[in-house]
């Protein structure tokens, strides 16, 4: 069974600070990762995607992937308020000749003012 | 990133009627698109995969006779919750990826199904 795994929460950080968001995979041959953010009662919003080990910069936010840890994570530096929502790690594998994408359960982060 | 679009967004329906919720790619052409559920609190899960031309697979647990699932078109998927009943008010979002493969994929953005 292919397993996605990340803490669930709540993350609290103050404004301005960094806040990190770790994911842990069971499949040691998957080749892509990415990060979701989701607002209350919204869909998931894609905002990084990663593919070597390494680091991977976007503005304020940076994944970091693993694959000899299987582990990826996000930073999300100076944090304001509208980070806050539910982060989603999801890796794609291969099912019924799709690759289908599993979803941790999410980690919620609320960014004090 | 690629525009899905999904529609309506939200709907109130009475117990035994059927709902159709359509899934539209606006920018691409999605030979795959996932249909998902979440209830409030809890992660995404997926409730089957749907192929252009065939018959949608189903993941273990969600009845294919009360979900059904069209993907008539490259542009276009339907997910129609037959006999609806209260427990299946939910959040049901579809997905698709811009091309086969290891890639990501994109979100509509969510039908809120309320049925009293």
């Known amino acids: 069974q292919k397993e996605v795994e990340q803490n669930s929460g709540p993350l609290s950080v103050p404004e301005g600070a960094i806040a990190s968001l770790n994911c842990t995979y069971s499949?040691?041959?998957?080749?892509?990762f990415f990060w979701y953010r989701q607002y209350s009662g919204k869909s998931p919003e894609l905002i990084m995607s990663i593919y070597s080990n390494g680091d991977k910069e976007d503005g304020r936010f940076t994944a970091q992937l693993n694959k000899a840890s299987q582990y990826v994570s996000l930073l999300i530096r100076d944090s304001q308020p509208s980070d806050s929502a539910t982060y989603l790690c999801?890796?794609?594998?291969?099912?019924?000749?799709?690759?289908?994408?599993?979803f941790g359960k999410g980690t919620k982060l609320s960014v004090i003012p | 990133g690629a525009v899905v679009s999904q529609h309506p967004s939200r709907v109130i329906c009475k117990s035994g009627t059927s709902v159709k919720i359509e899934c539209r790619s606006l920018?691409?052409?999605?030979?795959?698109m996932f249909w998902y559920r979440q209830f409030p609190k809890q992660s995404l899960m997926l409730m089957a995969t749907s192929n252009e031309g065939s018959k949608a697979t189903y993941e273990q647990g969600v009845e294919k006779d009360k979900f059904l699932i069209n993907h008539a078109s490259l542009t276009l998927s339907t997910l129609t919750v037959t006999s609806a009943h209260p427990e299946d008010s939910s959040f049901y979002i579809c997905?698709?990826?811009?091309?086969?493969?290891?890639?990501?994929?994109?979100f509509g953005q969510g039908t809120r199904l309320t049925v009293v």
């Open positions: 499949d040691r041959v998957s080749q892509s």
């Open positions: 997905s698709a990826r811009v091309v086969q493969g290891n890639t990501e994929a994109f």
């Open positions: 999801a890796v794609p594998y291969s099912g019924a000749g799709s690759y289908q994408l599993t």
């Open positions: 920018d691409f052409q999605a030979t795959t």
